[in-house]
């Protein structure tokens, strides 16, 4: 695979003066953007479908959740505007107090059902900190929202940043905090234990293998992407550095991982180039890493957080002002 580099000039978004929602996007060289997004943090597929699930941001407690199209680039909002009614699930969530109709959306992913209808989980601040829990119905036009529960976040923790979905109903969680913080896995019956040899500073993106046997995670603070063992009683744990802050991480179709973050300071004492994003792909079992895409930003786009493979392209959200999608062709 070549090595993509695209400098602030390849990307331009024209706003209008009042609606965030009514952007019209400007193509340059080979990146493109979908506007009709506020800062869409976090992006899953789901899978089958061509829709990619983005969590949006307008305040510290507050943000929408999008469809967006990977066919036509059209953007739908589905919650909280378009949702359907609750259906509080009071068995799986019954320690949930009821539905929760505004929060910031950050860290999301998605269980696989059946019948056109898949749980998706989606990490809440705001009001309370928690995980809110949806199912997704996809059988329509455009996915279809209704809250069905909701997980409260382990007490004592800093901020539950990423999740991911883990054999059993479980969950997977990171506790970003850059002093010192750590994973987490809920399960069903037994609630929130925290994962032993997890303690790092920083952990920020993750994801797991599909037999829930490692865990990926984005080294914020350690500008790597860890991998841990879990449910071994022998703990493994490996790092490959990749020279930028990581944030989310995702499994593209080929089973590399795809790593993204930024360089938005230098360490003390070490000279670094800066940039608002940057992508790269790490092979799950050599930790080979293979740096895709760095990009300068602009004053559309100012802090990449999130990467997933599309078709032929890589699909970049992100934060602070970046409000569309950014899509290169690879």
Not at 230 to 254: E, H, L, M, T, Y
Request: with cysteine; aromatic share 8%; net charge negative.
């Amino acid at each position: 695979m070549s090595r993509l580099l695209f400098s602030s000039a390849l990307l331009l978004c024209i706003f209008t003066e009042n609606s965030i929602g009514a952007e019209a996007c400007e193509s340059r060289a080979n990146a493109l953007f979908i506007c009709g997004t506020t800062n869409p943090e976090d992006l899953y597929q789901i899978p089958g479908t061509p829709w990619v699930i983005a969590s949006g941001r307008i305040s510290d407690v507050a943000g929408p959740i999008y469809a967006v199209s990977a066919e036509d680039f059209s953007v739908r909002e589905i919650f909280p505007a378009n949702a359907s009614p609750p259906q509080h699930d009071r068995v799986t969530y019954r320690n949930c107090p009821g539905p929760n109709p505004i929060f910031q959306p950050h860290g999301v992913t998605l269980r696989e059902g059946s019948n056109n209808n898949h749980t998706l989980y989606v990490v809440g601040h705001g009001e309370r900190e928690a995980i809110e829990v949806f199912n997704v119905d996809v059988s329509g036009e455009s996915p279809s929202l209704s809250w069905i529960g909701c997980i409260i976040s382990p007490a004592g923790t800093k901020r539950i940043n990423s999740i991911t979905a883990l054999p059993g109903g479980s969950l997977g969680a990171t506790n970003f905090d850059t002093d010192g913080g750590e994973l987490w896995e809920w399960h069903p019956t037994t609630g929130w234990i925290e994962v032993p040899g997890s303690q790092m500073p920083g952990p920020n993106g993750l994801v797991s293998s599909e037999d829930g046997q490692w865990f990926y995670v984005g080294g914020w603070s350690e500008r790597a992407l860890v991998r841990l063992s879990r449910g071994s009683n022998r703990i493994q744990i490996d790092s490959a550095p990749v020279g930028f802050n990581v944030d989310n991480v995702r499994i593209a179709p080929d089973g590399k991982i795809v790593v993204a973050g930024h360089v938005t300071r230098c360490p003390e004492s070490v000279e670094c180039e800066l940039s608002a994003a940057r992508v790269a792909m790490v092979h799950p079992e050599t930790l080979e890493v293979e740096q895709i895409i760095d990009y300068k930003g602009n004053d559309f786009f100012r802090l990449g957080t999130v990467a997933i493979e599309i078709n032929d392209e890589i699909w970049i959200g992100g934060i602070r002002g970046s409000l569309g999608i950014a899509r290169f062709v690879r």
